[in-house]
């Protein structure tokens, strides 16, 4: 490390922020993604996931800042302006309207920051084809949708753990407007099962064996809120391909047992 420029220093810390903040460590990854940017300013990765950290943190204000300041960067990175509009629906329901004035001061990003992205680097060797600023910006939000995704999982897996299932639920579905991940919706389903809304649950379990036709957690769910809806064909049928994949799974076979008794 000590014989690595700064730009891979930086690198490095921003790539070892997004695993902070993927476990959830939002102070380690603050911490990383500022040395980041004390080593090479205004980087949109580290201004990005440092966002999404501050932001989980529940310190809107500084999210706030550097979602804007990512937006100087590069105006079309959507993750960007997403935050913006969540940080001031936070912001104006924490402080009111004058919640500007309580604002951090916004850094002016110098138009070499803004332009970078576009300009070949002389100091790269191979790098006459820099990629341009939209494949970037597409680049940029979907890393950062899939970050925040996974860490809205994450505080759905914990609400759940707690017992409060209506929480995990709103968890859960915010997850899935940023990505349709298979295990989201069969824990969402596992919400809707416990709060008796078994017609959710079956919907849920249906849109994740689209994603992963033998996932086995789908299968029993569905099967689960079928039978309480009294479909009892549709449920044995699941618990059947179910079986397929793990004859021997307990759980399954104790439920067809109880079907075949209805």
């Not at 989980?56 to 706030?64: H, P, Q, V, W």
Request: hydrophobic content about 35%; proline content about 5%; charged content about 25%.
């Amino acid at each position: 490390a000590g014989d690595a420029t700064a730009e891979e220093r930086s690198v490095l810390l921003a790539n070892r922020a997004a695993c902070h903040l993927k476990d959830g460590a939002c102070s380690l990854c603050v911490a990383d993604c500022t040395s980041a940017l004390e080593l090479v300013p205004f980087g949109i990765k580290p201004l990005l996931r440092r966002a999404a950290a501050y932001e989980a943190l529940e310190r809107y204000s500084l999210a706030y800042v550097d979602y804007k300041t990512a937006l100087q960067v590069d105006c079309s990175v959507q993750a960007a302006h997403d935050g913006v509009n969540r940080m001031t629906k936070a912001l104006l329901e924490k402080d009111g309207v004058n919640w500007r004035q309580k604002l951090p001061p916004i850094p002016t990003v110098p138009v070499s920051a803004q332009t970078r992205w576009s300009i070949p680097s002389a100091q790269a060797p191979g790098a006459n084809t820099p990629p341009a600023t939209a494949p970037q910006g597409e680049q940029e939000e979907t890393a950062a949708s899939m970050e925040r995704a996974k860490m809205l999982k994450e505080e759905g897996n914990e609400f759940v753990k707690k017992g409060n299932h209506k929480k995990a639920v709103e968890k859960y579905s915010e997850s899935l407007k940023l990505n349709k991940e298979c295990a989201t919706y069969t824990n969402r389903a596992l919400c809707y099962l416990a709060l008796k809304q078994y017609k959710e649950a079956a919907q849920d379990c249906t849109e994740a064996l689209k994603l992963d036709p033998k996932n086995v957690k789908a299968l029993y769910r569905r099967a689960q809120a079928l039978k309480e809806l009294k479909d009892y064909k549709s449920s044995i049928a699941d618990i059947k391909s179910l079986l397929k994949t793990e004859p021997k799974n307990t759980a399954a076979l104790r439920l067809l047992q109880e079907l075949n008794r209805a």
